[in-house]
């Protein structure tokens, strides 16, 4: 499977989404949902890396993870210390949905973002009508960063913009950032290499919070990549493949504590 086909499917997806229901009835809908955290100032610690704990029932490299619902583990998230949520709400590939996304606002406290293949405007304003504090923009298939972190923050949410490349890095933080996401999955082939986070840590200037995702197993892994300066870390498949789920967000959160250190 090659990530173009996950996007070509995405956009297959959200043209039928826009049919069925038209930006003008989504932006009806925000004004009857009101936000209760700030995503960035969830993040804001200063000595402990924040832990974003993730719904993810399944993903393309590793096929079905949980059976869980939403509703069962998002309180098992706050109740062991976890910063923020990341809800997932792609429905081919990781088998979840929008409505996953809007049970999480409703039963949870926890600051919450939306992690999909944002490819349009439509799906900034439809995250905000479904709760979300922050949504996840990828540099290289959103079409107009700038604009869209714009969007983003006019609704009163955060976007976390997802790098991969140095090229990427400067993109964002000249298109505004203020939250910059390093994807230490490489999707040619689906593999985790953390000198992606050690490498690109450099150029995130420190005003910017700079959060390491995928590939996080164990305390050692947490400790490795706080070494890098990173002020978040974002965790999935490890706390939702664990057959003891709040043990897992604990050892990982307790592995984070007093972690913080400068970015070099």
């Known amino acids: 499977m090659k990530f173009?086909?996950?996007?070509?499917?995405?956009?297959?997806?959200l043209i039928k989404e826009k049919l069925y229901k038209p930006l003008s009835e989504i932006k009806e809908d925000i004004k009857r949902v009101?936000?209760?955290?700030?995503?960035?100032?969830?993040?804001?610690?200063e000595d402990d890396v924040s832990i974003i704990c993730e719904y993810k029932p399944a993903s393309p490299s590793a096929g079905k993870i949980s059976n869980l619902t939403v509703e069962t583990?998002?309180?098992?998230?706050?109740?062991?210390?976890?910063s923020a949520a990341s809800i997932i709400t792609e429905e081919c590939y990781f088998k979840s949905n929008i409505n996953n996304l809007?049970?999480?606002?409703?039963?949870?406290?926890?600051?919450?973002?939306?992690?999909d293949f944002i490819l349009d405007e439509y799906q900034i304003y439809e995250s905000r009508a479904n709760g979300a504090n922050a949504v996840l923009l990828m540099a290289d298939i959103y079409p107009n960063l700038s604009e869209g972190i714009l969007i983003t923050n006019y609704l009163g949410m955060d976007a976390v913009v997802e790098c991969k490349n140095r090229e990427e890095v400067d993109n964002a933080?000249?298109?505004?950032?203020?939250?910059?996401?390093?994807?230490?999955?490489?999707?040619?082939?689906?593999?985790i290499d953390f000198k992606r986070t050690r490498e690109l840590s450099r150029f995130v200037p420190p005003e910017i919070i700079l959060v390491s995702e995928s590939g996080v197993k164990n305390a050692d892994d947490v400790k490795l990549l706080s070494s890098y300066g990173v002020d978040a870390l974002l965790v999935g498949t490890s706390i939702m493949s664990s057959n003891e789920i709040s043990g897992k967000i604990v050892e990982i959160v307790s592995a984070?504590?007093?972690?913080?250190?400068e970015r070099r």
């Open 4 to 13: 173009s086909d996950i996007i070509m499917k995405r956009r297959e997806v």
């Open 34 to 45: 009101k936000l209760r955290k700030n995503f960035k100032n969830s993040l804001l610690k």
């Open 73 to 82: 583990v998002l309180p098992l998230f706050e109740k062991s210390s976890a």
């Open 102 to 115: 809007k049970i999480a606002c409703k039963i949870s406290c926890l600051s919450l973002l939306r992690k």
């Open 173 to 191: 933080v000249k298109a505004g950032a203020e939250i910059i996401g390093i994807n230490n999955r490489c999707f040619d082939d689906f593999s």
């Open 256 to 261: 984070a504590e007093n972690s913080r250190m």
